[in-house]
């Protein structure tokens, strides 16, 4: 039994969530949260909105609002899909709470401190015209990299290039659409490069974990050498400075004497530094929390079962023997795999930094990049009213863009659930169950020396690999190994003729068919929660519950059944509805 944190990417709360998403980070986490709590581990699965950053008071000038009322107008249409996608998080929080501001604020003087941040200037976009500076986001230009127009001053979208300070080409305010001027400002700094040797070692170490191009990119971010990268912005919308606490350090220590920046009132915490301290700030706020004292005015997704009540936030973040697992888009990457665990390596305080970092590929609408301002996108929350929650969930875990880019394709929709949910699966079992009631009826009890030893085998032979596919978060070829024990199922079902026997033998035939469905309906569950259970109602299993130190996830011959209403699992579209 493993303690188990499940970290997902914080989505900015600017705008609708579409399948992007949902393949990238949201429905991976889900599965492997809930393929270990069938293992019988304690899963931890946290994450919330990135409620900062200049995503959100884009939109809120877009909106013509404040980005408070923005923050609180997403957040609650993301619980609300997030819910109907069936996602298993035990907490959902956001970074505006006080509870994340001080563990931000605490960790920034824990760097500071140990002497990983300093002051210093930087050359930063300046507007004469709004006589502020700007943000990254709210400056555009060419890339000095690929050259690719309209990127964002800090990062290129199309290469993936960290733009230095200044060097973006051509940059204007996207405020304005004029050329903007850089000007000098002061800002403290996270040192990377003194970190680089630990987080060598750290990466290195992750050579037979991570997935290969995972392990790569980031050795070669290492081999270009970490520079220093300002933690701090001239912005209005993010986590306050601890102004109090550095007068008082300042004070204290002779050595950092002069560590106050100019105008630090003005100054915020930069979103990339903060954002990511989340996973933290979130169990924590797990650890503290009970359904007694939610805070109603913010929304949260939060559950803590009774086998929980004696495990703290210390236990996932101090014991060695914990794993965290953290889930994420492509363009994350970096901020996962050097930067977070730098500023846990930093703060020297002994965290848990991350056993593997399951980065997903772009998952592409019919070619293209999603695109809500271009119209290029799907609704996400109305696919699934349309199509179903399993539905969706299969279609999107079988394109799952684990090593390269992939694509939502309606025509492969249809495809992957009519031919393979609803013809194979589905059909398999409730070709099967049908048959059996006419034959023998509901009520079931088969004896162990009718169940084929070769099937047993293949029984077993299948969850281990399919163990092995999921705990390396390799879930597509885990779901074809779903899909292909109902294949087999399929064919004994025909080999044996099934309809053509009496007695005896209809009986010995229906004992290994049903072993074969109360597997499918293990197998499934992370994929497909509602569906697997409604398995497990028609044949009268238990219900799929977490208990840790319980490990559900294996082969032992089910013998007692009672069948109940038979009814289809999934839904065949028979037009498709783009929406």
Request: hydrophobic share 40%; with cysteine; charged share 25%.
């Given at each position: 039994m493993e303690k188990?944190?499940?970290?997902?990417?914080?989505?900015?709360?600017?705008?609708?969530?579409?399948?992007?998403?949902?393949?990238?980070?949201?429905?991976?986490?889900?599965?492997?949260?809930?393929?270990?709590?069938?293992?019988?581990?304690?899963?931890?699965?946290?994450?919330?909105?990135?409620?900062?950053?200049?995503?959100?008071?884009?939109?809120?000038?877009?909106?013509?609002?404040?980005?408070?009322?923005?923050?609180?107008?997403?957040?609650?249409k993301d619980i609300s899909l997030f819910k109907k996608l069936n996602l298993s998080y035990d907490i959902y929080t956001l970074t505006v709470t006080t509870n994340h501001a001080r563990i931000v604020q605490n960790m920034f003087l824990q760097l500071l401190r140990n002497g990983y941040i300093y002051k210093s200037t930087m050359l930063q976009y300046y507007s004469s015209l709004d006589n502020k500076f700007l943000p990254d986001r709210y400056v555009e230009g060419k890339c000095p990299f690929c050259y690719a127009a309209k990127q964002r001053s800090d990062q290129c979208e199309i290469c993936g290039h960290w733009i230095p300070d200044g060097q973006l080409i051509e940059p204007v305010s996207?405020?304005?659409?004029?050329?903007?001027?850089?000007?000098e400002t002061q800002h403290y700094f996270f040192n990377f490069a003194a970190l680089e040797k630990d987080l060598y070692s750290y990466v290195q170490s992750k050579k037979h974990v991570w997935k290969d191009w995972v392990y790569n990119e980031s050795i070669g971010w290492l081999n270009k050498g970490l520079k220093s990268r300002a933690i701090t912005r001239d912005i209005d919308w993010g986590i306050s400075l601890p102004e109090e606490d550095l007068r008082d350090l300042q004070n204290l220590q002779s050595s950092l004497n002069d560590i106050m920046l100019d105008n630090i009132q003005h100054k915020k915490?930069?979103?990339?530094?903060?954002?990511?301290?989340?996973?933290?700030?979130?169990?924590?706020?797990?650890?503290?929390?009970?359904?007694?004292?939610?805070?109603?005015n913010l929304q949260k997704i939060y559950r803590r079962s009774q086998y929980y009540k004696n495990l703290y936030w210390e236990d996932f973040w101090f014991d060695t023997s914990s794993k965290h697992f953290y889930f994420m888009g492509q363009d994350n990457l970096v901020f996962h795999t050097l930067m977070w665990p730098a500023q846990l390596i930093g703060t020297k305080l002994g965290y848990t930094l991350p056993y593997n970092v399951c980065v997903n590929k772009f998952l592409n609408l019919e070619g293209n990049?999603?695109?809500?301002?271009?119209?290029?996108?799907?609704?996400?929350?109305?696919?699934?009213?349309?199509?179903?929650?399993?539905?969706?969930?299969?279609?999107?875990?079988?394109?799952?863009?684990?090593?390269?880019?992939?694509?939502?394709?309606?025509?492969?929709?249809?495809?992957?659930?009519?031919?393979?949910?609803?013809?194979?699966?589905?059909?398999?079992?409730?070709?099967s169950l049908t048959l059996c009631i006419n034959t023998l009826g509901r009520q079931l009890i088969f004896t162990p020396d009718l169940l084929r030893n070769d099937i047993q085998n293949i029984l077993s032979s299948t969850i281990k690999e399919y163990t092995k596919y999921i705990a390396e978060c390799k879930f597509v070829d885990g779901l074809k190994l779903v899909l292909s024990l109902a294949k087999f199922g399929h064919k004994y079902f025909d080999e044996s003729k099934v309809w053509t026997l009496k007695g005896g033998q209809s009986y010995s035939v229906f004992a290994n068919i049903f072993q074969i469905i109360s597997i499918l309906s293990l197998l499934l569950f992370p994929f497909?929660?509602?569906?697997?259970?409604?398995?497990?109602?028609?044949?009268?299993?238990?219900?799929?519950?977490?208990?840790?130190?319980?490990?559900?996830?294996?082969?032992?011959?089910?013998?007692?059944?009672?069948?109940?209403?038979?009814?289809?699992?999934?839904?065949?579209?028979?037009?498709?509805?783009?929406c």
């Open positions: 188990i944190l499940v970290a997902v990417a914080w989505p900015y709360v600017n705008g609708d969530i579409h399948p992007g998403h949902m393949a990238g980070y949201l429905l991976p986490a889900d599965i492997f949260a809930r393929f270990n709590r069938l293992l019988g581990n304690y899963v931890l699965m946290v994450s919330g909105s990135d409620c900062h950053g200049t995503p959100i008071t884009l939109q809120a000038d877009k909106e013509k609002v404040t980005p408070i009322e923005i923050v609180y107008k997403y957040h609650a996207k405020l304005s659409g004029l050329p903007v001027e850089l000007k915490i930069y979103v990339w530094f903060e954002a990511v301290v989340g996973y933290l700030s979130a169990t924590i706020e797990w650890s503290q929390l009970d359904n007694n004292n939610m805070d109603n990049k999603f695109s809500k301002s271009k119209g290029w996108t799907v609704d996400l929350s109305k696919l699934v009213d349309i199509y179903g929650v399993d539905e969706i969930r299969y279609y999107i875990a079988s394109i799952l863009p684990e090593n390269k880019e992939s694509d939502f394709r309606w025509d492969s929709l249809v495809e992957k659930i009519n031919n393979e949910l609803v013809g194979i699966i589905g059909n398999f079992i409730h070709r497909l929660p509602d569906g697997a259970s409604k398995i497990r109602e028609m044949i009268g299993l238990s219900k799929i519950e977490e208990v840790p130190g319980e490990n559900q996830l294996q082969y032992i011959p089910q013998l007692d059944f009672r069948l109940g209403d038979i009814k289809l699992l999934f839904k065949k579209i028979q037009s498709v509805q783009k």
